[in-house]
């Protein structure tokens, strides 16, 4: 079975434990998932599945899109409610709506954000939330000291919006890039309001181009696994904002080889290709051997004659030669 697949996680699994339990369902061996979701966290989580995998790369860069809810007054050392609270907690009445949308402007846009320390980023090799933990271990009930940190990271906010606060309560919308923390939103906005702050509850509402609509719930999935099969969307369908080159026979036979292709072996979409016309945030995404993208390193999906996928493929520096990256027939 090949294609993608979108769950509603519910709170408790982790993204791991999902990727398990579909396996079981389905019978098949090669999913994965592409973004992970915190254990208490709920909602979008995209796996991929068979040949599909080999697509992860192109949706990992996706953005996100989630709704939060944020209580201030203090500080955890996970950034959400599962931790234990740090430093001292804030009295009196908490900052109103105003004060709280100036200091959401400063989150707003491109800037360096510090990712937790529980998190899957890596120090010295090792991972972060593995280090916080063993750490958290041997020090407890002793007052803990600041942790190590990972390194920033750039990320984008493309939208924060408030949508209600109530009391210590603040619940937002965020749209953003790929690798940003939203309960590294919360703590730094606690701190920028001066009375701390953690994420009380996390739900992704959409991963790169699909959200809740096309999910499926995992007790759903696990109980009616023909329903589930249904719901899996094919390899064509994956990346709908790549532009779609359709092959002739000999390009589908060339492209199989992973060899170039011109204008001749292209049915339909090679002047999308001389134009350098390509969906924006998705012009953005990867190129298969990790090398930074720039306006002439664009992907495109090759599709035989009956709409099957058969690889992605990047344009030259010329835009007049594709070269298949991800030969998937």
Do not use: W
């Amino acid at each position: 079975m090949d294609g993608l697949l979108i769950v509603d996680k519910p709170s408790g699994p982790t993204s791991h434990d999902v990727v398990a339990r579909i396996r079981r369902a389905l019978r098949e061996r090669r999913i994965g998932h592409t973004g992970t979701l915190d254990p208490a966290a709920t909602g979008v989580l995209a796996l991929v599945l068979g040949k599909a995998t080999r697509l992860a790369q192109f949706l990992n860069g996706s953005d996100k899109a989630y709704e939060a809810v944020v209580r201030l007054g203090f500080s955890t050392d996970t950034g959400d409610a599962q931790g234990h609270a740090i430093g001292q907690a804030a009295s009196g009445a908490m900052p109103d709506r105003a004060a709280i949308e100036a200091a959401l402007d400063r989150f707003r846009g491109t800037f360096l954000q510090q990712p937790p320390a529980f998190s899957a980023k890596k120090i010295g090799g090792k991972r972060s939330h593995t280090l916080a933990r063993a750490r958290a271990r041997a020090i407890r009930p002793a007052l803990p000291a600041p942790p190590a940190l990972p390194d920033r990271v750039r990320v984008t906010a493309h939208a924060i919006t408030i949508i209600a606060v109530d009391g210590d309560r603040v619940t937002l919308t965020v749209d953003c890039s790929a690798g940003f923390y939203v309960r590294s939103l919360a703590h730094d906005l606690g701190e920028q309001l001066r009375v701390g702050g953690h994420l009380v509850a996390l739900r992704r509402t959409r991963s790169g181009d699909f959200g809740l609509a096309d999910a499926i719930d995992l007790e759903t999935a696990e109980r009616e696994p023909d329903l589930l099969a249904a719901r899996v969307i094919p390899l064509a369908s994956m990346l709908p904002g790549l532009v779609s080159i359709v092959l002739t026979q000999e390009g589908v036979r060339k492209a199989m080889h992973g060899r170039a292709l011109g204008a001749l072996d292209c049915v339909s979409g090679f002047g999308t290709l001389e134009s350098g016309l390509v969906a924006p945030r998705d012009s953005q995404l990867p190129t298969p051997d990790s090398r930074p993208p720039t306006p002439d390193s664009r992907l495109y999906r090759l599709l035989d004659g009956a709409g099957s996928l058969v690889a992605i493929a990047r344009s030259s520096s010329q835009r007049e030669v594709l070269h298949p990256s991800v030969v998937l027939m």
